[in-house]
């Protein structure tokens, strides 16, 4: 059992996400590695996460226009990712198939790549067309033995318990 000493929470995230895709069998490119941690430190403290209605919100999404439309989008997809990956009971509770999440997640992806330009429509093709590699790496995460925490006395003399 590894024992997290230290780090920004994107480097843990990062160290986990590695060991998450050798469990998986899937290697991540750099790009999907890293928005993959850029998706865990957003939605890490997201109390919604579970209860929104994905649906609704891309429904909602597509009325949008502009940046604000492709932001709704990259949300649904997030979330959805996150769902699919982490939380697949998730959907049985819903009554649908982690499927319906792979679909809608991989489809709100590809809606933010056709409304934006450049490099943002570049990595949000790229992440839709790899959409399962990354539920895949996230559910390696779920399969991953709990670290155990450093002991108080190794603990960097910095942080405070209270």
Known sequence: MRTLHHGTAAELWHTLLREAENRSHVALDEMQESYLVFVLLRHQNDPDLLARVQALDWLQAQERVGQMRADHLRDVGDRCLLIAGL???QAERRRVSVE???????SAYRDVADACRNAYAELFAHL???YEGLVAVLRGLREAPVPALAPVAHRPPNIRLH
């Open 100 to 106: 319906y999440f792979l679909a809608l997640g991989r």
């Open 87 to 89: 939380f697949p009971a």
């Open 128 to 130: 839709a067309a790899h």
